[in-house]
Every structure is written in C-alpha cells, then in structure tokens.
C-alpha cells in the first residue's frame, strides 16, 4: 500500500525527532559539508558514480564526462580524450590501477593514457530488449571485472567479455553485488545469491497487503551484513529472507534508497531521492538542504581510505562530509543575518546572537526566534554580556546600552546617562562582578546599580578588558596601547615586547601568560612572571596577522580567530608553538571572525563569530584527519625548457607524464620537481619536507611548499625523496624519485684512467724512444771504439812482431853465432841448449799473442781453426793422431772479443799439452758442434790411460782452465778412468755479431 504524502512527511519529522542528540545545547546546526561543483573544476554538476583509485584520487562519474579529483584540482575526461560516452553510469578501479567505465556505448578501460573498449556480445541464445541503459554497476573480483548493464550481468576475464546467465525469466537486473566465489543479482523485487554453482532465492517477508519493493542497491557491510536498498526504503537479508530495518520499532520504508554506504564507526550512509541520510542503531540523521547538504537527489555514496563521505548528487555535484568538528549558524539556519558581532549564554539552555544588521536572536532548541530592541528601526549590535545576575547587556552602534531581563529591555545612553557617547565597543564584568562599558572616547565602571566615570587620558578608545587579579582590570586601546586599571588609578602597561607597539583587539589569561590577539602582530603571548614574549604569526603558521578573537580550551590549546579562518596554537614540549588551520575544508563557513565574538561553553565547545555565519567548535565530535594514502611526483622540468627531450628518458609515467628513468646530459642540471600528497580532506594541512640522495644535504624542514628547485647539480646518479604528514601528524609512505646526471665523457673515470694509460704509454715511448737513440749511439761508440782497437790492435801487432819477432829473431841468430866460436862443452851446450828453446818458446807465444791481436782473427772459424793449427802443430812429430770435427764456414758470422777467442784458445791448449804429456793417447779428437740459442760445444777426447779426477790434486793448469771457463760464462766438465782415456766438455753461448 502506497503512502500518502503527508504520512511520508510526518516519518521525515519523526525521524528527525529521534536523530536529534539529547543534550542541553546539542542544536540542529549547519553541517560542513564540502561541495566540488564546475566552479572547482568538476566537469558537469550531475554526478552518478563515485570510485577510489589505489592512489587515493577520487574518481567522479558525471553526465558530461569523468573527473579525477586529487585533493586539489580535477583532471578532466570526455569523449574527445577517448571516453565512447559523456555519460558516464557506473565506475570501478582494478588492483593495476586501471578505471573500468560504464557508459551508454559500453564499457571502457583507462590507463592513464589509453581507453579500451568493450561491447556487448551478442548472445545466440539471448535476446536483449534495451541497449545498455543508464542502470549500470561495476565490480572487480581478483582478475575478474562484472558489469551490470542492459538489465543483463556480463564479466571479463584475460580480454574477452562474455554473458552470464541467471535465473528469473526475462526479468531485468536492477542490481548486482560480485564477491570472490559468488554473485548477488535482484531482479526488480526478488534477490538471487550464487554460490557453489547453484542458485538460491531470497523474497521480501512483509504484510499481505503490502507489495515488495524494487531493490536499487546491494551492499555488504564490514560485518558481511547484507543490506538493500529499495524503492521503500532499507531492508536486511538473513536467513533467505528480506525484512525490513526496524527503526524505534518502526519500519524505515518511507525513503527511496539508491545508494549504500558504511563509515569508519559502523554507521550506515543511504543516498536518496532528496538528501541524505545516515543511520546508526536507533538514530538517524537527515542531511539536506536546511543543514548544510542539499535536497536533490544522490546517485551514490562513497567511504574513501581516510574515512570522508563522498555523495554524489543530481545537479550539484559532489558533497564530502568529514565530521563535525565545526558547525555554524547562518542564513540558511533562518537567521536574517549572518554577521555576528558578539555571543553570550546563559549557561544553561540559550545563545544570545548580535548581528550588524538585523539586531538580536536568541538561539533555543533549534529555533532561531528575534528579540527586538526598543525604539525605531534596528541597530548593529557590538557587544553582549551576560551577567551574574541573569541579566544580558546589549552594547549597541548608536543606540547606547540595554539591559535585558527576560521579558523587557531598559536602555541607557548618552547624554542622560552621562555617557560619553551612546556608541558602546565592549561589555565585560570582571571577578568581582563590576561591568565595564568602553566607548569609542571612554570607558565606565558599573556596580552597586550606578555608572561611574574613569577618569583616562586622551579619551581612549577602548575595545577589550580582562581581569588579571583582585582590583585589577587590563584595558586594551584601539592605538595607544595597554593600560592598567587598579585602585581606581589608570596607568600605562608596559611590557618591553612588541606588544607594546601592537594594536592589540582582544586578551585571555592563562595562568601566568597573557595572550593578545593584535592587529597587525598575531598572537603574543607575554609572561608576567618572566616578562619574556612569543609571537605568532604567518611566518611560524597562521594565515592572517589580524587577529579578532583570543580564548582557550580545555586541554590548554590557544584559539584565535583571524583575517583568514580559526587556527588552534598547541605548545609542545619544547616551547614551539604549532599551529593548526582551520577554513572551508573543516566547516568554517565564515572565513573572518570579528573582534571578541567568542564563546567557551562549559561542555569545552566554542562559539566564533564571524562574517558569514555563528561558527560552533565541537572538541569531542568524530573528525576525519588529514592522511595521505600516497605522493605522487605530478612534474619534472628542467630550467628554461616547456617539455624535456624524448632521448632523456626510457618512458612516461601513465597518469601524469612524468620521465621514467631519467638520464640528462650534465648541462641539464637546473631541475624542478613538483609534487603531491593524495589526500581527499584537508590538503592544505598537508606538510612536506625532501632530501636529494647524491648530495650532503639533510631532511628538509617540514612546510607546505610542494615545489622544488635544484640548480647547477653536479654530475652523478641522484634519488629525490618526498614525505609528508598529514593533520593526523603521522608521516605517510614517502615518494622515491630515482634519476640521473650523465657524467661528461672528459670527468669519466675510464677517461681519466684512459688517460693516465696514455700519458704512461707516451712515458714509455718516449723512454723507448730515448733507450733506442742512446743504445745507436752506445752501438755507434762501440763500433768506432771497436774500429779504433781494431786499428790499435793491428798497428799493436805490427810493432809488435816487428820489435819482438826481429829481437827474438837475432837473439836466435847470435846463438847460433856464439855456438859456433865457443868449446862446446856440457854446460855451454846445456845453456846455449836452453837459449834456443826459450826464444822458441817465447816466438810461438809472441805468435799467439800476435794472432790474437789481429781484428780480422776474432770469428770463430778463425778461432777454431788456430786451435786445430795449433794441435796439428804440436802433434805432427808424435805417434798422436789429431783430428777435428765439425768447424763449419759459416762460424765467420760469429765474432767473440779478443778476451773470449784468447781464453777458448788458452784452455784447448792447455788441454792438448797435457794430453801429449800424460796420456799416452794414439788418437786424440776435438768434435765442436753448435746447439740452441747459440750454445757452443767442444768435446776433446783421447785413448789415453785416463786418470782419476777426484785422486789426482789439480795443479795450475786445471785450475787455469777452469778460471777462464768462468771468463767465458761456460762450464767445463772432465770425465776421466783409468784405462779409458779422458774427455774434456766446454759449453758456453756465443755472443751473435753479424
């Protein structure tokens, strides 16, 4: 049975009775929720789809295209990019990072750079009674993508698509749910489960009279409920049943629901046909247009990585829902204005607003409701306070002061009153309960139910008070400074810091720090005891100098409302001050406050005043904070250059064209890199810090800046490395960017050892060079050297054998002379006898000494052949047969210095006179034969009687011979027996001169 309007209406307002929180002053508010329209770069408002890639963009479906939502900015497809329809149904993303796209011509896969299309098969046994419809899903299982579309599901596995066949007749898919190893299909009214290769089916169990729902949406929640969204409303599925969910005890049927979703503290989202809701147990919150969202319809909800609600909305684009940290109170809330100038409470159930504009409104269980000032027209209210005695007072613009208690108002101004002017800039009751009024020209003291006048200089214009102990009040002026009210004497207060130049709007104490909120300066916080000051302002973390509004939480944290946004200041252990940003991402609708409209409740929430709207801090409420699910490197550009040349890089990064393995040529080292946190609430809280691996550099320090600037890098292989940290103030996984600067040939190592390589070849040739020219020139000294003893020897040899041979000749002579003319008598004949054998002696030697001197007699067939001549000489008188072996012609190449042809000579000699001596030898033979390398070898041997060589003692001659076998670096060996005769070795190498 269909329900009539008015029935559905009443459940809206029961709903949203039961939704509302129980305490005192937990009113129904304006939400923040954050909107991305065309106006922030979506590229159409209607939105269908919603889908999170692994890097954490948010990826939007929209009826004119897709859009890439980044934290920042959108990135925009359509049809000329590639995409087969504007229209985009139903999105998805793969474990690769691939986006899977339904749209009315099929379904599409995107890289990054390319789509890849896929059409629907046509089926033999299958008809199709609509093309692809706007009803799509998507789900991607493992390696296995499932596509609703044309009332049919299909799936894709390795490339090919292909149909899959289920049970209900002809009966269109409304909706789909794939898991790993089963499949959930409804059929407008009637759900089928697949697993374990057989069908089970699962009916609505409602009242006869009631007709079963078409289901829109399946969902399974973290607890593997399974959920459906319906035409009527939410329904559960167990036990093969679908039954409705029980909300207080009654059906929640009264909402079309067509999307799904779950956050992080187990609540369940439902997209509907007007605005959104959010169920929890029993309680269930309305989101629409009067708190903050909007009343079109939402096509899908989304729970991103950091726990933000996406919703995705029929005209206005996409709405995010972080939490509730910050509501507010505004035009749309139905109050007339949205400047408030001041707020006060009376503790226990109502806020009293001062507007500019339109006067004062007291906020009361929900309701907004005005309380008119007396008299004509409506004045701009400029401060309120609410006193110990129950009473408000009302500082007006040009109306002067009201006192309001409950039921009437009574003014007081100028110059009845004796006011000084009837403009009132500040209402305040100090510690001991005494109001003080200050005036653009003065200032009053109330008490005892009398004004009373304080005597200042100069007619100061006041705009703030604080009390800082008994009888003592700090007076804050618009230009001239603090003074200090005590014991009714009014002096100036100084304090030797900047704040005594500041123009300061607004002061709390806090234990022994005062804090001052100033124009120009900041925040100051000035110690009393130690008399020492801290500022902070947009150089240590606020965004604005200008400081309306000062007051402190329960946990010791600073508030300040500025310029630009609310910012909380929390001092660390160390006395840094770190500041925490709050504007329009956080639900602060109202970018700039207004002087001392602020207000701490006594459950630690704080009301802001500002220009656009009452702004309401709820500490304890549940938040989504900040975290980076990635950082993606968004650029690399080299200095004076709009793209960098192909042949640096192997490739291009898909999503965002930036080089994969980068390698410059070192005169490109002037690099920017620009970068970014992924995060889908709150980027502007996000801070970075880098370092570049290659260079001695540390850790940056953290700040927003998220672009940076290497110039004149040297050469070398590099890795830039990006962190950052969210308002969760946890650093997230960082960015590693690996690249290279190509060392210039001329600076390579293999250069530089080249050229060592060849300035030690040159070293060598050059030394070579120098060794051969002085060894030509050795050999040039040498060969004239030896043409010089050449003719020394020759000229030697022949003044010797003419001086020598002519004497030994006539002494010879003169012998023989003598013989004849003397008695032959023994001993004459023995003398004489001796005479002529010595001068013979003495003429063979002289004749060896004159061969020897000969140059043209230093060749070894010379040699051999003198000592052939030589044995046959002292043999040819003997019984001795004497015969040499082996002298060959072409021995006169080799020529030995006079030295070795004298020794070789000397030792054959000798060899051949002890022979005739001692052995007794018939035959006697010299074998020279030539072996390797120019060895020489001489083997002498006789017949003889031999003799022992380790029993006969070696007299002069051996030894002689075995001396100047030394000389010639030869060895010589005797192998002697008794009886056997004996054989002489010589071996040793010639010195080759051709």
Not at 6 to 18: D, E, V
Not at 756 to 775: D, E, F, M, T
Not at 906 to 927: G, H, P, Q, V
Not at 929 to 940: G, Y
Request: hydrophobic fraction near 35%; include cysteine.
């Amino acid at each position: 049975m269909k329900l009539p309007i008015h029935m559905i209406r009443m459940s809206y307002i029961i709903a949203l009775i039961c939704g509302m929180c129980a305490t005192t002053l937990s009113y129904a508010q304006r939400y923040s929720f954050h909107n991305l329209n065309v106006d922030e770069g979506l590229v159409q408002s209607q939105a269908l789809c919603l889908t999170q890639d692994r890097t954490g963009n948010l990826w939007i479906g929209t009826m004119g295209g897709l859009s890439r939502y980044d934290g920042k900015t959108f990135t925009n497809y359509n049809m000329h990019n590639g995409l087969l329809s504007s229209t985009v149904n139903a999105l998805a993303t793969d474990k690769t990072g691939n986006i899977w796209i339904g749209t009315q011509k099929g379904l599409s896969k995107f890289n990054g750079r390319t789509f890849e299309h896929f059409s629907i098969p046509k089926q033999t046994e299958h008809t199709f009674t609509a093309p692809v419809s706007n009803s799509q899903q998507i789900n991607v299982i493992n390696d296995t993508v499932w596509w609703r579309a044309a009332g049919d599901v299909y799936y894709i596995n390795a490339g090919k698509i292909k149909y899959f066949n289920t049970p209900g007749g002809d009966k269109q898919i409304t909706s789909m749910l794939a898991e790993s190893g089963s499949l959930w299909v409804a059929k407008s009214d009637t759900l089928y489960h697949f697993s374990n290769n057989k069908w089970e089916t699962y009916t609505f169990l409602l009242p006869p009279d009631q007709k079963s729902p078409s289901i829109n949406r399946i969902y399974k929640d973290r607890n593997d409920a399974i959920w459906l969204g319906t035409g009527m409303g939410l329904y559960s599925v167990a036990e093969k049943h679908i039954t409705p969910y029980m909300l207080n005890g009654q059906p929640f049927n009264y909402v079309s629901v067509k999307a799904i979703t779950q956050d992080k503290s187990g609540a369940l989202w439902l997209g509907t046909g007007v605005g959104v809701m959010k169920l929890s147990g029993n309680m269930l919150q309305v989101y629409n247009k009067k708190n903050g969202l909007s009343d079109n319809g939402f096509f899908d909800v989304l729970t991103d990585a950091e726990g933000n609600i996406w919703m995705a909305s029929d005209g206005q684009g996409v709405f995010r829902f972080s939490g509730t940290l910050f509501t507010s109170l505004d035009e749309t809330m139905g109050l007339p204005s949205a400047q408030i100038m001041a707020i006060a409470t009376n503790k226990r159930d109502s806020l009293f607003l001062g507007t500019y504009e339109a006067g004062l409104f007291i906020f009361n269980g929900g309701k907004v409701s005005p309380r008119s000032l007396p008299g004509e027209g409506i004045t701009a209210i400029t401060s309120l306070c609410y006193a110990h005695d129950q009473k408000l007072w009302i500082g007006t613009r040009d109306r002067g002061l009201f006192e309001y208690d409950h039921e009437t108002f009574r003014q007081y101004s100028a110059p009845q009153h004796h006011f000084p002017s009837s403009t009132v800039s500040r209402v305040y009751e100090d510690a001991e309960n005494r109001l003080w009024i200050g005036f653009g020209n003065g200032m009053l003291i109330y008490e005892h139910d009398s004004f009373r006048t304080v005597n200042v200089k100069n007619n100061l214009h006041v705009v703030s008070f604080l009390s800082i102990g008994a009888d003592s009040v700090l007076i804050a002026t618009e230009k001239d400074g603090l003074f200090l009210h005590n014991q009714d004497i009014v002096s100036p207060f100084l304090t030797g810091t900047i704040a005594d130049s500041s123009n300061i709007n607004c002061m709390i104490l806090r234990g022994s720090d005062l804090w001052m909120g100033s124009a120009d300066n900041g925040a100051i916080r000035y110690n009393l005891s130690t008399r020492k000051a801290l500022v902070v302002n947009k150089s240590n973390g606020l965004r604005s100098d200008f400081v309306y509004n000062i007051i402190d939480d329960s946990d010791g944290n600073i508030w300040v409302g500025t310029g630009f946004g609310i910012h909380k200041i929390m001092m660390n252990a160390t006395g840094v001050a770190q500041v925490t940003f709050f504007g329009k991402a956080q639900g602060v609708t109202g970018m700039e406050s207004n002087i001392n409209a602020v207000l701490k409740l006594k459950d630690g929430s704080i009301w802001f005043g500002t220009t656009n709207g009452a702004v309401h801090y709820q500490p304890h409420s549940s938040v989504i904070s900040s975290a980076p699910a990635s950082i993606v490197m968004q650029s690399v550009k080299l200095a004076g250059e709009a793209s960098i040349d192909p042949s640096y890089y192997d490739s291009l990064d898909q999503w965002y064209g930036v080089p994969v393995n980068l390698h410059l040529p070192y005169k490109k080292n002037n690099i920017t890199f620009t970068f970014q946190a992924i995060t889908l609430s709150g980027a502007e809280q996000v801070l970075y810090r880098y370092r570049m691996e290659g260079i001695d550099a540390p850790w940056s320090e953290w700040s927003a800046t998220n672009t940076v600037t290497y110039s004149a890098l040297p050469p070398g292989r590099y890795v830039f490395y990006v962190q950052s940290v969210g308002s969760d103030g946890e650093t997230h996984p960082q960015l590693a960017y690996a690249f290279e600067i190509i060392t210039p040939y001329h600076k390579t190592w293999w250069f530089r050892v080249g050229i060592l390589v060849a300035c030690i070849l040159i070293g060598i040739l050059l030394q070579s060079i120098y060794n051969k020219r002085n060894q030509r020139r050795q050999k040039l000294l040498a060969k004239l050297r030896a043409e010089e003893q050449s003719k020394i020897r020759l000229r030697t040899a022949e003044d010797f054998h003419d001086e020598i041979g002519n004497k030994l000749t006539r002494i010879n002579v003169l012998t023989n002379v003598l013989k004849s003319k003397v008695e032959p008598t023994p001993d004459v004949t023995r003398i004489l006898g001796q005479i002529e054998e010595n001068t013979s002696l003495l003429y063979g030697g002289t004749r060896d000494i004159l061969w020897s001197l000969k140059p043209s007699n230093d060749n070894l067939y010379e040699i051999l052949v003198r000592i052939q001549d030589f044995g046959g000489e002292l043999l040819q008188d003997t019984n001795v047969n004497f015969s040499v072996t082996g002298i060959e012609e072409k021995w006169r190449n080799y020529r030995l210095p006079m030295d070795m042809s004298r020794n070789l000579i000397m030792i054959f000699k000798e060899a051949l006179n002890n022979a005739l001596k001692y052995s007794k030898a018939r035959n006697i033979t010299l074998d020279v034969s030539m072996k390797k390398r120019d060895v020489l070898q001489m083997i002498l041997k006789d017949d003889g009687l031999g003799f022992d060589p380790k029993a006969v003692k070696k007299g002069n001659g051996i030894n002689n011979m075995q001396i100047r076998a030394g000389r010639l670096n030869g060895r010589l060996y005797f192998d002697s027996f008794y009886g056997k005769g004996t054989i002489i070795s010589l071996t040793f190498r010639i010195p080759r001169n051709k």
